[in-house]
C-alpha cells in the first residue's frame, strides 16, 4: 500500500519573534496550517496582525523562530540556502501590494526574468511570458515599460511575472490594495481562474472581504494565531 501524497504546505507549530531594545516580540504562536494541492485560501486580519510575516515564513523568504514547514514534503529548516532557493524559484510565485517591476524593461522583458535567471532558452521564456500577458489582455502592452502602464495594467504584469515558472503555489500580499474597485475585481477574477485553468494552489493575504469569500477557506489572523473563519464580517479593520 502506497502512501497517500502529502499536502504541498504543511506547518507545525510554527512561530515567529523579533527583539526589539532586549525585548521579545511574539508576531506569530503556534500556528498549524496543512494546504492541499489546488486549494485557495484567503487570510485575513487586522492591519499589524502578522499576515505578511506569515506569508513570508510560508514561502520559505523568512525562516520561523520555532517550529516545522514542509514544502512538497521538503523539510524546509534542513534545506541548505542553495536548495532552499532553487525549490522556492520552482513551486512558488509571488505577487505583492507593489508590483516590484523592473522600470528599465518592457512589460514582456518584466515577465520573462525569472525563466531567464533560471536559464530558460530565451525562445522558451519569451513564449511563455507572451502567452500569460495574453491571456491577462495585454497584448498589445508587451514592448510597453511600466511606467506606460496603469496601475492595474502593471499589477497583472506581476501576476503573470509570479506565473511564468509555472509554479504550484501562489502567495499574493493584498494584491489588490492599491487599485481601485472595478481595477481589483479583475485580478480578482484572475485569481480565481487560475485554479479553474491550472489548479494553482493560492494563499491570499487580503483586507478585501469580495475576495476573501471567493476563496475555499478563510483563515482569520488574531493574537499571534490562525483560526478557521467560520464568518466573514461585513467589514475589516483596516
Known amino acids: 500500500m502506497t502512501d497517500p501524497m502529502p499536502p504541498l504546505l504543511l506547518a507545525q507549530d510554527i512561530a515567529k519573534s523579533f527583539w526589539l531594545e532586549q525585548r521579545r516580540i511574539d508576531v506569530l504562536r503556534a500556528i498549524s ?90 525562445q522558451q521564456a519569451q513564449q511563455r511570458a507572451q502567452e500569460l500577458l495574453e491571456w491577462v489582455g495585454l497584448q498589445h502592452r508587451l514592448d510597453h515599460r511600466p511606467g506606460e502602464l496603469s496601475g492595474g495594467e502593471r499589477q497583472r504584469v506581476a501576476l503573470c511575472r509570479a506565473l511564468v515558472m509555472r509554479p504550484r503555489l501562489l502567495l499574493a500580499d493584498e494584491p489588490t490594495g492599491n487599485l481601485d474597485h472595478q481595477t481589483g475585481e479583475g485580478i480578482h477574477h484572475l485569481i480565481q481562474e487560475l485554479h479553474q485553468r491550472w489548479g494553482v494552489t493560492s494563499i491570499v493575504v487580503t483586507h478585501n472581504l469580495s475576495l476573501a469569500q471567493r476563496m475555499q477557506r478563510t483563515l482569520r489572523l488574531e493574537k499571534g494565531q490562525l483560526i478557521e473563519a467560520q464568518d466573514t464580517p461585513s467589514r475589516e479593520n483596516a
Not at 499589524?48 to 529548516?77: N, V
Not at 534542513?78 to 532552499?84: C, I, K, N, P
Open 33 to 122: 496550517l496543512r494546504v492541499e494541492s489546488g486549494q485557495s485560501i484567503a487570510i485575513i486580519g487586522a492591519s499589524g496582525a502578522g499576515k505578511s510575516t506569515l506569508l513570508h515564513l510560508l514561502g520559505t523568504l523568512d525562516i520561523p523562530t520555532e517550529g516545522q514547514l514542509m514544502l512538497a514534503g521538503h523539510d524546509i529548516l534542513r534545506m541548505s540556502e542553495e536548495a532552499l532557493a532553487g525549490l522556492r524559484n520552482r513551486m512558488i510565485g509571488f505577487v505583492f501590494q507593489a508590483h516590484y517591476l523592473l522600470p528599465e524593461f518592457s512589460a514582456l522583458e518584466n515577465v520573462m526574468m525569472p525563466a531567464l535567471i533560471q536559464r530558460m532558452p530565451r
